[in-house]
Nanobody, 126 residues
Framework: QGPLVESGGGLVQAGGSLRLSCAASEGAFRRYAMGWFRQAPGKEREFVASISWSSDFTYYADSVKGRFAISRDNAKDMLYLEINNLKPDDTGLYFC???????????????????WGQGTQVTVSP
C-alpha cells in the first residue's frame, strides 16, 4: 500500500451520507496540509476541501460548502471527509492528497506536485 490509502466510498442514493477516510503512513504528513480532490467520469480533477496541519484552517469548493466537512486526527494519521446530502453531481473518484510544498494554494495541486492516494469511488444515484 502507498503512503495514502482512502476508504469509505460506495453507492448511495441522493440525499444520503458517507464518511471517507484516508490512512496516512505513520507520521509522514502530520505537519502538512491535506485535503481531497475528486474526478468525475470525463472531467478533470477538481478541488473539494483542504485542512491545515493544525486543523486551524479549512477550505471548501463552493459546490460542497455546507454539505461536506473535512477533519483530521494527527495522532492517528487519519484524514476524514464527511459528506452529507449527496447529489448525483458528487459522483466521482475521491483522492486523498498531501501538500508538501512550502507555499501555494492547495487547490492548485496537480498529480505531480503532491502525494496522492489511489482514490475511493463515490457513486450517487438519483
Amino acid at each position: 500500500q502507498g503512503p495514502l490509502v482512502e476508504s469509505g466510498g460506495g453507492l448511495v442514493q441522493a440525499g444520503g451520507s458517507l464518511r471517507l477516510s484516508c490512512a496516512a503512513s505513520e507520521g509522514a504528513f502530520r505537519r502538512y496540509a491535506m485535503g481531497w480532490f475528486r474526478q468525475a467520469p470525463g472531467k478533470e480533477r477538481e478541488f473539494v476541501a483542504s485542512i491545515s496541519w493544525s486543523s486551524d484552517f479549512t477550505y471548501y469548493a463552493d459546490s460542497v460548502k455546507g454539505r461536506f466537512a473535512i477533519s483530521r486526527d494527527n495522532a492517528k494519521d487519519m484524514l476524514y471527509l464527511e459528506i452529507n446530502n449527496l447529489k448525483p453531481d458528487d459522483t466521482g473518484l475521491y483522492f486523498c492528497v498531501a501538500d508538501l510544498r512550502p507555499s501555494g494554494s492547495f487547490a492548485t495541486l496537480t498529480p505531480s506536485s503532491g502525494y496522492w492516494g489511489q482514490g475511493t469511488q463515490v457513486t450517487v444515484s438519483p
